[in-house]
């Protein structure tokens, strides 16, 4: 992306209600022509129609999203947030539909040898997942996900005199002043035990929608139709299960050990739940830098590490297309949404002062820099981005690759953000496959009482983080915790992906550590190669090996070990 690239400010982008009657009518047309075409081009003159409509769709959805995610207390783009979910779920059966079509087109061979494969996988795919017997349960799925996400949104925590949201009180939660960080997680407990019966509620109708969807789909669970919903076409539960267990041989012990090594570092007899956040005695690295100046920063450091001046992020920032700093009435959390029709990715975080800030700007500037990469790889747009695990590595693997650049928000306390970067890395492994492997409990036994949700979290800490202790934190204390990751409500099955692509990005950081052009000619070529190709493909195409070997995870296990001197 350059200036020379006739590109919008973000402002004068229009939100409009997407029609689903209008899109109705283009695929009926698509489909008729589809089923009568003889002529390849004159079948795939019919689908570029209908992928025209559905990019115009789904840039709209997009937006509606993102200006709610900017002002919560807009009711209108919360209004058009709601008609937009209950349009997709229409939508998402109306693609199914020509995506059957598709399939048993008298053209279907000749579309495939031009265009390749991955389209087709697509179709089946979602033709496996959507039926019109089903859009009124996925209507219902979706309201539920934002009544979770909006009370997040809202939240208000009263701390030190202040009404502070979740992203504004992160900092207190890994303080110095070990009094500050008890308050604070006080604070937070108190806060999510006030909500518990509401989240307990509106997960156990998330559970009973999913598994109802799941029967009438035809699966005998919704852990069936997770892993179809994720487009899991190369590895099964069976390869993610042997995946956990070799994390919890080899890298669970590792984090005992760094937590053991920071009981001691700050003299505790025992280390609490409320001290994990804080890493290092003298607290942990945080930027140097102000807020107000991450925009700009940002811009120099992608710019000298893909060496292009100004940086992709120079221009998103100029037309509009980041926003980095949390406030009030702003939806949590960070994220990268690609505006279709614009072929411009949109940057949204919660920067807070925190060290967490610089790795969510460089892990989602990761995804903007793919998208931008890719934007040209397929006729399809549904074959612009990969799967989600593949998306995973190009903004995981941009926090490492990133490592030799921190000096410019970090100045000479850039070592201990990279030692601290790599801890959170390691920390984060267990965590994750723990959040999967409680999800594929839970949807296994759909009918289990919401206390037994709470037992089973409980026990996947015991196995996955064995040195925590709550003490009188009793939302924590009751194996609650897991409320806290929208990913678990919003987003079932995905958080795997974050530990996969985690591996695979430690592996182009040992690369780097050896040869950074090298390593970065394979990220380059990982960002271009779009979604034409599954994930295992991807990864032996680019020359990166499977996550799954758990020889690899051995390997990486010990260099990281290396890196901080365990």
Not at 137 to 163: C, H, M, P, R
Not at 517 to 542: H, P
Request: with cysteine; charged share 30%; hydrophobic share 35%.
């Amino acid at each position: 992306m350059t200036e020379s690239k006739v590109m919008p400010d973000f402002s004068t982008i229009k939100y409009e209600r997407p029609s689903v009657d209008k899109f109705k009518e283009c695929v009926q047309a698509t489909r008729l022509k589809l089923m009568s075409a003889r002529d390849p081009e004159v079948a795939a003159a019919a689908l570029f129609e209908y992928e025209k409509e559905l990019v115009y769709f789904d840039t709209m959805v997009a937006l509606a999203n993102i200006l709610h995610d900017l002002d919560t207390s807009d009711q209108y783009y919360t209004d058009e947030v709601a008609y937009c979910d209950e349009a997709s779920a229409t939508v998402s059966e109306l693609c199914s539909a020509v995506y059957s079509v598709l399939l048993s087109s008298p053209c279907a061979d000749a579309l495939k040898e031009k265009y390749g494969e991955m389209i087709f996988l697509k179709a089946q795919n979602l033709k496996d997942t959507v039926s019109n017997e089903v859009v009124d349960d996925l209507v219902e799925e979706a309201n539920l996900e934002n009544e979770y996400a909006q009370i997040q949104s809202e939240a208000e925590i009263e701390f030190n005199g202040k009404t502070l949201n979740l992203s504004m009180l992160a900092p207190y939660l890994e303080s110095t002043d070990r009094n500050v960080r008890i308050k604070a997680h006080k604070a937070l407990d108190d806060y999510y035990m006030s909500k518990k019966e509401t989240f307990d509620e509106i997960y156990d109708k998330m559970v009973k929608v999913r598994t109802r969807i799941a029967h009438k789909l035809g699966y005998k669970n919704f852990t069936e139709l997770g892993y179809k919903r994720m487009e899991r076409y190369d590895y099964n539960r069976e390869d993610v299960a042997k995946f956990r267990e070799a994390i919890r041989k080899y890298i669970v012990p590792i984090t005992v050990k760094i937590r053991e090594l920071q009981k001691e570092r700050f003299g505790y007899d025992e280390l609490k739940f409320y001290d994990l956040p804080c890493i290092f005695k003298n607290g942990n690295p945080v930027p140097s830098v102000k807020m107000e100046d991450y925009r700009k920063i940002s811009g120099d450091l992608f710019a000298e590490v893909l060496g292009v001046k100004p940086s992709f992020f120079d221009v998103l920032s100029d037309h509009g297309f980041t926003d980095l700093i949390s406030r009030k009435a702003k939806s949590t959390g960070g994220y990268c949404m690609y505006l279709e029709e614009y072929a411009i990715p949109f940057i949204f975080m919660n920067a807070n002062g925190t060290a967490d800030d610089v790795a969510t700007i460089v892990h989602e500037g990761g995804h903007a820099y793919a998208a931008i990469k890719s934007a040209e790889v397929s006729p399809f747009v549904e074959c612009l981005s990969p799967t989600i695990e593949t998306c995973e590595i190009h903004s995981t693997s941009m926090e490492f690759l990133t490592y030799p650049y921190m000096e410019k928000f970090y100045g000479e306390n850039a070592q201990a953000y990279r030692e601290l970067h790599m801890t959170q890395a390691l920390l984060f492994l267990p965590y994750g496959c723990m959040v999967d492997e409680f999800q594929h409990i839970i949807y296994d036994d759909p009918d289990m009482t919401p206390e037994q949700r709470h037992q089973v979290w409980l026990d996947l800490e015991h196995k996955y983080q064995p040195f925590i202790k709550y003490e009188d934190h009793p939302f924590h204390a009751m194996g609650g915790a897991w409320m806290k990751k929208d990913h678990i409500f919003t987003t079932p099955f995905y958080y795997i992906d974050y530990c996969l692509a985690h591996m695979c990005s430690l592996e182009l950081w040992d690369e780097s550590e050896e040869d950074y052009k090298s390593a970065l000619i394979k990220y380059n070529r990982l960002c271009e190669c779009g979604g034409n190709e599954t994930f295992l493909k991807i990864l032996e195409g680019v020359g990166l090996a499977s996550p799954f070997d758990v020889d690899t995870v051995k390997r990486l296990a010990f260099r990281t070990c290396e890196f901080l001197e365990l």
